[in-house]
């Protein structure tokens, strides 16, 4: 498979609280993206952190980069249930064209 | 158009039969991307063009599967006697410039193979 690993694979929280989710890869990287996939829906970007960054913030969303141990973390702070949707990160090996998605993490928000 | 559109949006075709995925990218975008979705997963790559140039057709799974995008603009995304392991939903994903620019997805195509 060419897919990132992701975990949880899974994640239940109730409304209000916080998600983080991860993302492993496996080669060298420009940047590192977020997207998002509601149910029947399509995928949507959320946030990109370049490879010289370390942290970045977007309204409730924080993410975070290692890129000395080829990992990322996405923090939804305050969840809604509207937040409910699976999570995929998403990465460019450095010189290259192909985009490499995780396997993504399922996240429900009860209300 | 405001977004990325992909046609049609469900297609079922009996094994064997050739189908053609059409993909609108948003006006301007210089890369156009294919990817494939099958159940409970995230999109594995097919095939990368910058404008009309196909710069990465790794991920496409068997020369059955082709793709082109002639003038740079609207791609097709060709499968020739099908078999029922492509059955998924096609993606297709525009982005203004290269390949570190985020990413615009289409709906889908869903592809069910009887």
């Known amino acids: 498979s060419q897919q990132g690993e992701e975990d949880p694979q899974a994640l239940s929280i109730q409304e209000g609280e916080n998600a983080t989710m991860n993302c492993s890869y496996k080669?060298?990287?420009?940047?590192l993206q977020w997207y998002r996939q509601n149910s029947g829906r399509g995928l949507v970007h959320l946030i990109l952190?370049?490879?010289?960054?370390r942290e970045k913030h977007s309204g409730r969303l924080r993410v975070t980069l290692d890129t000395s141990k080829k990992s990322s973390s996405l923090l939804i702070t305050a969840s809604r249930a509207a937040d409910t949707a699976s999570y995929f990160c998403?990465?460019?090996?450095?010189?290259?064209?192909?985009?490499?998605f995780g396997a993504g993490t399922r996240l429900f928000v009860k209300a | 158009g405001a977004g990325v559109s992909q046609s049609p949006r469900y297609k079922v075709a009996k094994r064997g039969q050739d189908v053609a995925l059409r993909c609108d990218p948003i006006?301007?975008?210089?890369?156009l991307f294919w990817y494939q979705q099958a159940l409970g997963q995230g999109p594995e790559f097919l095939t990368y063009?910058?404008?009309?140039?196909?710069?990465?057709k790794s991920g496409l799974p068997s020369d059955r599967f082709f793709a082109e995008r002639p003038e740079g603009s609207v791609s097709t995304l060709k499968i020739q006697r099908t078999q029922q392991e492509d059955s998924a939903v096609y993606l297709c994903?525009?982005?203004?410039?290269?390949?570190?620019?985020?990413?615009?997805f289409g709906p889908g195509t869903r592809l069910t193979v009887t």
């Open positions: 994903a525009s982005s203004l410039e290269g390949v570190t620019y985020e990413q615009y």
């Open positions: 080669t060298s990287i420009n940047n």
């Open positions: 952190i370049r490879s010289n960054e």
């Open positions: 998403a990465t460019v090996e450095t010189g290259g064209f192909k985009t490499i």
């Open positions: 006006s301007g975008h210089v890369s």
């Open positions: 063009f910058q404008n009309e140039a196909q710069l990465d």
